[in-house]
T-cell receptor, first 112, second 115 residues
Framework: ETGVTQTPRHLVMGMTNKKSLKCEQHLGHNAMYWYKQSAKKPLELMFVYSLEERVENNSVPSRFSPECPNSSHLFLHLHTLQPEDSALYLC???????????FGSGTRLTVV | AQKITQTQPGMFVQEKEAVTLDCTYDTSDPSYGLFWYKQPSSGEMIFLIYQGSYDQQNATEGRYSLNFQKARKSANLVISASQLGDSAMYFCAMSQREYGNKLVFGAGTILRVKS
């Protein structure tokens, strides 16, 4: 257990479905991140939250909608996804922007 | 722009031998950090080692050491006495003050340890 927990571990969804990925950390960190890891591509930073405020959105399509209700929880709401959105979605947290990251185990998403 | 390059898509090493995984980076920011992460097949990213741009000595953490050559902009990871459990994907990453200290990752190197 790394201190960052992601659920579910695996998710299969249709293109018309709505689902949410959850990330939870109990490390007292103030920054949280969503990364996308596709096959044969480097990890892509999607969203950054610092003290529950979104500080970065890296041109991510609107079908991905993040939510950070408090410093311990981060969600990624998914709707009308495309097959190319199939990937491993990793959540990470850090004490502050620039400090070392602790990653969760990821959610492996398959869009059918 | 931030750029991390890992030129070795895959590496093999014999158990108990040492292996070096290459990483070069490109930055004009004098303040940056370099990280190595291990990703086993389970998907979790495990932090291994960190080197700050102003650190005078190479970082070491147990069997992991970082060969930091600032002038060449390289930050190679050396794993000594390889174990079967070291088989995984390894990512080099960089954070720069200029870019808000967010981590940017290289493409990764798959390491396979042979018995």
């Amino acid at each position: 257990e790394t201190g960052v927990t992601q659920t579910p571990r695996h998710l299969v969804m249709g293109m018309t479905n709505k689902k949410s990925l959850k990330c939870e950390q109990h490390l007292g960190h103030n920054a949280m991140y969503w990364y996308k890891q596709s096959a044969k591509k480097p990890l892509e930073l999607m969203f950054v939250y610092s003290l529950e405020e979104r500080v970065e959105n890296n041109s991510v399509p609107s079908r991905f909608s993040p939510e950070c209700p408090n410093s311990s929880h981060l969600f990624l709401h998914l709707h009308t996804l495309q097959p190319e959105d199939s990937a491993l979605y990793l959540c990470a947290s850090s004490q502050a922007l620039g400090a070392g990251y602790t990653f969760g185990s990821g959610t492996r998403l398959t869009v059918v | 722009a931030q750029k991390i390059t890992q030129t070795q898509p895959g590496m093999f090493v014999q158990e108990k031998e040492a292996v070096t995984l290459d990483c070069t980076y490109d930055t004009s920011d004098p303040s940056y950090g370099l990280f190595w992460y291990k990703q086993p097949s389970s998907g979790e990213m495990i932090f291994l080692i960190y080197q700050g741009s102003y650190d005078q000595q190479n970082a070491t953490e147990g069997r992991y050491s970082l060969n930091f050559q600032k002038a060449r902009k390289s930050a190679n990871l050396v794993i000594s006495a390889s174990q079967l459990g070291d088989s995984a994907m390894y990512f080099c990453a960089m954070s720069q003050r200029e870019y808000g200290n967010k981590l940017v990752f290289g493409a990764g190197t798959i390491l396979r340890v042979k018995s």
